[in-house]
């Protein structure tokens, strides 16, 4: 029985893919369920599973783009039960190969004792120089190992040349067109100890959620009236807090404490405070959210994505920790589906994991603000008139001046600020104890 395999629709909005990468190779025996392939869409990548055991034959390469619905592999059944065949050679066929070459080495050795090189060649050396290049460099490591050029050439015999090889040997000969082997490569040589530099390019296609990824960019700097203001934040307390319970949390909750989820109830605490910069225009209209859906920008193999932490005011750090960590997760494990992505009506993106000290995070439409984090860096401050050393961070607020004000962008971030530099403000909601104990 004959299974086709075709491109499942990712989303509504979403007529085509493209086959990212193959796992399996044409004929190879899969098992149902077994993932087969992976493929991009421009806001996600998924997989391709085997829906029945058997022989799978491939209908597309990668990089293709494929529409929705179109056929991508068949399985044939019939198949199941069939083990794989190794693609080696029997030890019976090496030894027998191994028996030939001594028979015809020994007709061609002469009286002396001297033994002779393969016809054409008058040397061993001569299959060194004219075969391969050996640089200075090397010779001198053969003579320390006291190894010769036939011991050279004896380790190049036993190399099996694999489909590998023969892909990479392919590739330039497609680059310049020409089907002859022994068509010359333009090589550079360097100075030092006249080794080969290399002068190699590669060229491939864009994946096509990194090409939408660049026109969703694009389309902020020109569609957006953006502007990002600026201030720093003292981690002390934060760091005080994480040194002195971060154990304790970990035990009971099965995460250790991280700056992203004190960040982001910050951020939920301060959008209540200025609900404009949760807002977002939509034609002639502007729509305001009355809840904190985070998007949390991650960095996967095949490009950023933000899955998003939703209803983020109504959760304990503890909580959205924990979800933080498992959308990461998934994000990273390329497993992070659309509907965990979708909507969103804030984002905050880490550049310090990286090292980034200051930044202009750019916003992800069609919300109005991004928040960004920076590396966290020792450095003079002054504090009541003394000069001392504190752990500061950087923090950058990218808005939408259509919508937000640069007022109220500049008190939002200061709230932000507060809230980090005072975490005892994030259990009273954003405000000061004193004053809720009093009822003021």
């Not at 001297?114 to 061993?124: D, H, V």
């Not at 040194?243 to 995460?255: L, R």
């Amino acid at each position: 029985m004959i299974i086709e395999i075709k491109v499942p629709s990712p989303g509504e909005s979403i007529s085509e893919v493209q086959l990212a990468t193959w796992l399996v190779s044409d004929g190879d025996y899969v098992e149902k369920d077994k993932e087969i392939a992976e493929v991009d869409s421009d806001k996600a990548t998924l997989s391709l599973v085997a829906q029945e055991s058997g022989v799978i034959k491939l209908f597309a390469a990668e990089g293709d783009v494929l529409k929705i619905g179109a056929l991508v592999a068949t399985i044939d059944t019939a198949g199941i039960g069939i083990a794989p065949v190794a693609m080696t050679a029997s030890k019976d066929i090496i030894e027998k190969k191994k028996t030939i070459e001594t028979d015809t080495t020994s007709e061609a050795i002469p009286h002396s004792g001297t033994t002779a090189p393969p016809l054409g060649i008058s040397s061993t050396a001569d299959i060194v120089d004219e075969a391969i290049h050996i640089t200075p460099l090397a010779r001198k490591i053969m003579q320390e190992k006291h190894l010769s050029e036939k011991d050279v050439v004896d380790h190049i015999h036993q190399l099996r040349v694999g489909k590998a090889d023969m892909l990479e040997i392919e590739k330039p000969l497609k680059s310049t067109g020409s089907s002859n082997p022994a068509t010359p490569i333009a090589k550079t040589y360097s100075a030092k100890d006249g080794e080969m530099a290399s002068r190699e390019t590669d060229r491939k296609r864009l994946s096509t959620l990194r090409i939408k990824l660049a026109e969703r960019l694009v389309s902020v700097k020109n569609e957006t009236a953006m502007l990002t203001t600026f201030n720093e934040v003292n981690m002390a307390a934060l760091l005080k807090i994480k040194k002195q319970y971060n154990e304790a949390f970990k035990e009971k909750h099965g995460v250790g404490i991280g700056f992203m989820s004190f960040f982001t109830k910050a951020v939920t605490e301060a959008l209540m405070a200025f609900p404009q910069v949760n807002s977002m225009l939509d034609g002639d209209e502007l729509v305001q959210f009355h809840y904190a859906d985070i998007g949390i920008a991650v960095s996967a193999p095949k490009g950023l994505v933000v899955p998003v932490v939703r209803n983020a005011e109504t959760l304990s750090l503890a909580d959205i920790e924990l979800t933080i960590k498992g959308l990461a997760k998934k994000a990273r494990e390329n497993k992070i589906t659309l509907n965990e992505m979708q909507g969103g009506t804030f984002t905050i993106t880490n550049g310090g994991v990286f090292g980034s000290l200051f930044s202009t995070p750019i916003i992800n439409p069609p919300q109005s603000a991004i928040l960004g984090m920076h590396n966290i860096v020792e450095r003079p401050i002054a504090v009541n008139g003394q000069v001392v050393v504190a752990p500061m961070m950087y923090l950058a607020l990218s808005y939408d001046h259509r919508v937000i004000d640069g007022s109220e962008a500049v008190r939002f971030l200061v709230k932000v600020k507060e809230m980090i530099e005072n975490p005892v403000l994030l259990l009273f909601d954003g405000n000061n104890p004193e004053k809720v104990l009093l009822g003021l």
